[in-house]
């Protein structure tokens, strides 16, 4: 790892010197470069010296995730693994309380190239959001819409958010036991109006790891008041179900989430994704391998 401060990012000045911290920014390089290769999250583009600069719009909340995002993608340029332009965008959204400077002075610190927008969202949620009812679904929508609208006006092809591991599991989870199918957060996608690619490059990166190496690079951690003030959601309470597991059972997160990379249309139920009809004796395509 890079150690002297002449030769790596302002992000990653006064990083720790211990062998378990060079081993955890390791070990989250290598998740996020395996994910951005294996979902093809660079375009190809990006490659070509004569082809304009690709741009990306890396989200940035304030929190342990957003953080970690920001600086391993920059690592990654300096690496000359990553060959696009970053622009760091934070979305004011108007909540009471929310310190406003912390971002802007950090990224200007930092050297980042950003942009900060105030958009009062939090006054929509609010008076749209019957009482008792969770926040997450509109406010997630509204502030989706508004990082696409940036993402244009920026130049950029991609809306890159924070999203790690265990979101994903919670995500399959919260499907699977209210929603009645089984989906989840995808680490790439594509908007719905075909113009912007959507990038997760934390998806093989657990929770535990963003949170050790924010805390570790002393980051200024912003809290979500709006969501976190909320009891009884639906996440948390998945949440506390894998938090069981993975303590009876250490290591049972990862290999679930691994499952979600092993799907087998074959042996589920959805006619959609296996032609279940079309299935025949003797067509070595359709041999039976369950072996439960």
Not at 110 to 134: C, F, L, N
Not at 138 to 149: A, E, H, P, V
Request: aromatic residues 8%.
């Amino acid at each position: 790892m890079l150690d002297e401060a002449d030769d790596i990012h302002p992000l990653f000045y006064g990083a720790p010197k211990t062998t378990e911290f060079k081993k955890l920014r390791k070990r989250i390089v290598q998740n996020v470069r395996e994910a951005i290769e294996q979902y093809g999250m660079i375009e190809r583009d990006a490659r070509d010296p004569d082809a304009p600069p690709v741009r990306w719009l890396v989200c940035l909340s304030g929190g342990k995730d957003s953080y970690t995002l920001l600086a391993i993608l920059y690592e990654l340029k300096w690496r000359g693994l990553l060959p696009v332009e970053l622009v760091a965008c934070n979305l004011d959204q108007g909540q009471p309380g929310f310190p406003a400077t912390v971002l802007p002075e950090f990224l200007e610190k930092m050297g980042v190239p950003h942009r900060i927008e105030y958009q009062d969202t939090y006054s929509i949620v609010m008076d749209k959001v019957p009482a008792g009812r969770t926040f997450c679904a509109l406010c997630s929508r509204l502030r989706r819409g508004n990082l696409y609208r940036i993402a244009r006006e920026e130049g950029c092809s991609a809306v890159v958010l924070g999203h790690h591991r265990d979101d994903i599991l919670e995500t399959f989870f919260m499907n699977l036991f209210h929603g009645g199918r089984l989906a989840t957060m995808p680490p790439k996608l594509v908007n719905e109006e075909g113009d912007l690619f959507l990038y997760r490059p934390l998806a093989h990166v657990a929770e535990v790891d963003c949170e050790k190496f924010a805390n570790a690079m002393n980051y200024p951690i912003i809290p979500c008041d709006l969501c976190g003030s909320q009891d009884g959601l639906q996440r948390q309470q998945v949440k506390q179900i894998l938090d069981g597991w993975e303590k009876n059972s250490p290591g049972r997160r990862q290999v679930m989430f691994r499952s979600l990379m092993n799907a087998r249309p074959s042996h589920l139920l959805d006619p959609k994704l296996f032609d279940f009809t079309g299935l025949t004796l003797g067509n070595l395509a359709s041999v039976d391998e369950d072996k439960s």
